[in-house]
């Protein structure tokens, strides 16, 4: 009996911690990432920012009477996308390399030393900076300006900064495939030896340590709701999505992470690409 409510004790001081956390600044986190699971589907109502985030559990129980920041009701002033105005505090960009020193071996040394040398600029917290349900995002590595590997907590996801600019389909997803049709592209002729993320290593941490692949469109879509165009560098540039389009095999999805803007591309078109990684070490 009384280890059970021993355990009882320590869920609950548990759970007053993590809300405690979500409802204002605290000292960052810096261990191995660890995915957010309180709120696992978080409701995406628009919310003053600092307001209390929601699940959309949450949401659906207190419908018919929500917390104060809330409103069923858009506001034209503050209900946007957060790419101008000051609905949304964007995240500054680094200054200070970090994340990159060759004695850093694994993702919470390079979280830490990046914390260290960077503070606030290392950290962009959803709950506190932005107006729906985003996430917490820390910044694993910064080489050069635009240069930066952040980590979204929501997925444990990481993601580079733009590595190319000017790359097909082909070589941005490693795929060597032949022509669906007559006549269709070839992956095998427009693709190279040099994939641009598949086995490759970014801002000094090697291939051991994070594995990159292209992202789906669908993990686009999910790292935007997480907070992703209020934190990455070149939200601006069109990349490529790992998603090929069904009505024309020939083509691809990309996307302007800034806008959210999805457009079919033919799989030979250059465009850039953005990588996503999963922590090994």
């Known amino acids: 009996m009384k280890t059970v409510a021993l355990v009882l004790v320590l869920a609950f001081a548990a759970s007053c911690e993590d809300v405690g956390d979500r409802g204002a600044k605290a000292t960052p986190r810096f261990e191995a990432a660890e995915t957010e699971t309180a709120n696992a589907v978080r409701s995406q109502l628009f919310r003053i920012a600092g307001t209390t985030v929601l699940s959309a559990q949450e949401e659906t129980k207190n419908a018919t009477a929500l917390p104060v920041g809330y409103n069923d009701i858009p506001n034209i002033m503050t209900s946007d996308d957060g790419i101008e105005g000051d609905a949304v505090d964007q995240a500054p960009r680094p200054t200070v390399e970090c994340g ?63 590595v190319s600019s000017s790359s097909n389909w082909c070589k941005a997803a490693s795929n060597n ?42 993990d686009f879509l999910q790292a935007d709701l997480n907070g ?39 799989r030979s078109a250059t465009l850039g690409v953005r990588c996503l990684g999963r922590r090994l070490k």
Do not use: Y
């Open 100 to 162: 990159t020193g060759v004695d850093l071996l694994t993702l919470a040394q390079r979280l830490r030393d990046c914390a260290n040398k960077n503070a606030a600029q290392a950290e962009w917290k959803g709950v506190i900076n932005g107006t729906s349900g985003e996430g917490t995002w820390k910044l694993v590595a910064r080489a050069a300006s635009e240069q930066e590997i952040w980590l979204d907590e929501t997925t444990g996801f990481m993601w580079s900064h733009v």
């Open 228 to 266: 992703a165009r209020f934190v990455l560098p070149k939200v601006k540039t069109q990349v490529w999505t790992a998603t090929v389009s069904s009505t024309n095999r020939d083509n691809a999805w990309s996307i302007v992470p800034e806008t959210g803007l999805l457009l079919a591309q033919p």
């Open 177 to 218: 495939e032949g022509p669906v049709s007559e006549g269709g592209i070839n992956c095998s002729e427009i693709q190279d030896s040099e994939p641009k993320c598949d086995g490759k290593s970014f801002l000094g941490i090697p291939a051991s340590q994070i594995a990159w692949r292209l992202p789906t469109r669908n």
